[in-house]
């Protein structure tokens, strides 16, 4: 079925000028003569995109898209208008406008907006809405209105489709799995498999025969034949989570399957083609890896085609009310508690901090809450010590005489590895030596307390 795109604008003129070029283009059309008209419109019709005039009496574009938001109506926006001014602008993508456009309107400059934001809505309905994964996808969905987040949203719809290699960018816990998940879920490739493999979560000597496969014999232990994750992703996307930590030899192959789509198991002779997208995730600094000679540079260029960078929590602290709205509805469904949220000053607490963790931090404090508390509306004596209290010093530990031994200890215990990762640029390897443990101990504690 064709997109439906809802026009609202008070001149009937641009109206029924709208609708006829996006009949033509194989849209269909309702039109709208004002902001609550158009209102009532979305309620009842919840069309694939929404073209909103800013300048209208009584309720303005600005206004119906405030409305929008508190109704938790999840609709791309295009806002349109004659009178354009930075203060607009910049109010109507911080409200979350998919986009906006100055009239007179350029028709393909229109149309190609409006492509690629009944993509977004149907990326939104794909991950959050269809049957056979619901409760994944409630789990799953990207969350977050703030401008960057929304450009990030654009990018994804733009490049979903193309074949082009992605590089996703952030500090750990920031999402990029998700994002890598939002672009195979959005492409042609969907009726295929979304592969994944953390590269740093794999010891180096097997790496290789997980990406590649290997024959029977090809090592100890090595009792049959096994696909290796390319293969299975064949026509399919595979996600290469922390790519930084690959070996320079496990790289120059990865490189040859990206210049000619085909490699050998390891152990084996037979050239296996593929035809499968690479997205790749890293929270380091790949260029710094190049200048330490510890990541290709013809490596680097062929996965970063395509640059997403994922924002650190700290720098959209207004989209941590709707997360934890999200993540609290999620934890109350899976425990089988009535929890219905935090109340205001405990909300503050939380956009107040930092979130060195990010939102896997965050998940991690919620989940806490809901599976601690006997209360339905969350308050500060629900949330860690380390939260309430901006002065870390050791002198906290008065104020938790309550808890048990174990739960202070690994309060302690989490906020020095966050502490030693931040001071060490989440590098983990570097953050194990500072902290005097091996590798894969810190991997374990980082996962126990829900920051990787």
Not at 140 to 164: D, E, F, L
Not at 213 to 230: D, I, L, N
């Amino acid at each position: 079925m064709s997109k439906l795109v809802l026009v609202v604008d008070d001149e009937q003129s641009v109206r029924e000028t709208l609708r006829d070029i996006l009949e033509d283009n194989c849209y269909r059309v309702e039109l709208a003569s004002n902001g609550q008209e158009g209102l009532d419109m979305i309620d009842r019709l919840n069309p694939d995109t929404v073209l909103l005039d800013i300048r209208m009496p009584e309720i303005d574009g600005i206004r119906a898209l405030e409305i929008i938001n508190k109704r938790g109506q999840h609709v791309p926006v295009i806002l349109i208008t004659a009178y354009g001014s930075t203060e607009t602008t910049i109010e109507g993508m911080r409200l979350g406008a998919f986009d906006y456009l100055m009239k007179p309107l350029k028709i393909n400059e229109l149309l190609d907006t409006v492509k690629k934001a009944t993509e977004v809505k149907a990326m939104v309905q794909r991950s959050g809405q269809a049957e056979h994964e619901v409760e994944r996808a409630k789990d799953n969905i990207m969350v977050g209105k703030s401008p960057v987040m929304q450009n990030i949203y654009k990018t994804i719809g733009r490049v979903a489709n193309s074949t082009a290699t992605v590089l996703i960018r952030g500090e750990s816990g920031t999402g990029k799995e998700l994002v890598a998940e939002a672009i195979h879920a959005n492409s042609v490739r969907r009726a295929y498999s979304f592969v994944k493999i953390n590269c740093a979560s794999i010891p180096e000597n097997l790496l290789e025969s997980e990406l590649f496969g290997h024959e029977k014999g090809a090592f100890t232990g090595a009792v049959a034949s096994k696909q290796g994750k390319f293969e299975m992703a064949h026509r399919g996307t595979i996600f290469l989570d922390e790519i930084a930590e690959m070996s320079l030899s496990t790289q120059a192959k990865l490189l040859r399957v990206l210049q000619d789509r085909e490699f050998e198991r390891v152990g084996g002779t037979e050239t296996i083609r593929v035809d499968t997208r690479i997205v790749a995730a890293t929270n380091k600094n790949l260029e710094k890896c190049i200048k330490d000679g510890t990541f290709r540079e013809d490596l680097y260029y062929r996965i970063n085609v395509v640059e997403i960078v994922l924002p650190p929590l700290r720098e959209r602290k207004e989209d941590i009310p709707e997360l934890v709205c999200h993540i609290i509805k999620r934890c109350s469904r899976e425990h089988g508690k009535p929890v219905s949220g935090f109340d205001r000053e405990a909300m503050t607490v939380l956009e107040n901090y930092d979130w060195p963790g990010n939102i896997r931090e965050l998940k991690n404090v919620c989940e806490r809450a809901v599976l601690m508390s006997s209360r339905p509306l969350l308050t500060v004596e629900d949330l860690p010590h380390s939260l309430r209290k901006k002065d870390r010093r050791i002198e906290w530990l008065g104020e938790i005489q309550g808890d048990s031994l174990k739960e202070i200890v690994a309060e302690v215990e989490r906020e020095v590895i966050l502490k030693a990762l931040a001071e060490n640029n989440w590098n983990r390897t570097a953050t194990a030596q500072a902290l005097k443990i091996n590798r894969s101990s810190l991997y374990a504690k980082m996962k126990e307390f829900g920051i990787i």
